[in-house]
C-alpha cells in the first residue's frame, strides 16, 4: 500500500513539474535587502506546488538538509507550546500543510534541546534577538535553514534560524 502512494505521489510531482515546465529553480535575488536568496525559493510556485513539495520534503529530507528555504503562507503560533507555524493550503483550500520555523535568536524552542543534546550548533542562533510575531491568521513569508529532529519516535522537519521576510 505505501509503494502504490509513494508511486501516485511521484506521479503527482511529475505531472506539476511538465505542467510548469521544469524543477523549482533557485532564487538569485532576495525580495528584500535584509534577507539573502534563498536555495528553494517557493514563493514563486503555484500553491498546490508548494503543498506538493513540503510533503516531498518530509519524505526526502536528505535532499533539503541545511538548505535555504523561503515560503509564504498563513501565521499559527502556539503561546504554550512556544512553537511557531507556517500553514499552506493547496490551491483547492481543502488540504493544508504546516511547516513549523524557529526564529533566528529564539532559545525557547524544545528543537534547540534536542541540538543542544547533540552537541549541534546552529550558525547564528546566538546573534540576535527574535522578530516580534505577526497576528495568528496573518500573510507571512518566512525564510530558514531546513532541518530534521526527532520527537516521539518520529522525526519531524523544521526551519530553523528563520526571519520573516516583507
Wanted: a negative charge; charged letters at 15%.
Amino acid at each position: 500500500m505505501k509503494t502504490l502512494q509513494y508511486i501516485l505521489f511521484l506521479s503527482l510531482i511529475a505531472l506539476l513539474l511538465a505542467s510548469c515546465g521544469g524543477a523549482p529553480q533557485k532564487s538569485t535575488t532576495a525580495n528584500d535587502t535584509n534577507t539573502p536568496a534563498a536555495e528553494v525559493d517557493m514563493t514563486t510556485m503555484s500553491k498546490t506546488m508548494v503543498y506538493s513539495e513540503i510533503n516531498f520534503m518530509r519524505s526526502n529530507p536528505e535532499r533539503y538538509m541545511g538548505k535555504t528555504i523561503r515560503v509564504e503562507g498563513i501565521m499559527e503560533y502556539n503561546p504554550l507550546l512556544h512553537r511557531r507555524y507556517c500553514v499552506i493550503a493547496d490551491a483547492t483550500a481543502c488540504c493544508s500543510v504546516q511547516l513549523e520555523f524557529v526564529l533566528k535568536g529564539d532559545h525557547s524552542h524544545p528543537f534547540l534541546n534536542a541540538l543542544d543534546s547533540q552537541n549541534m550548533q546552529l550558525p547564528g542562533a546566538n546573534e540576535i534577538t527574535p522578530q516580534p510575531d505577526p497576528q495568528n491568521g496573518s500573510k507571512i513569508v518566512i525564510q530558514g535553514y531546513f532541518q530534521t529532529f526527532q520527537e516521539r519516535e518520529k522525526q519531524s522537519v523544521i526551519l530553523t534560524d528563520a526571519l520573516y521576510c516583507h
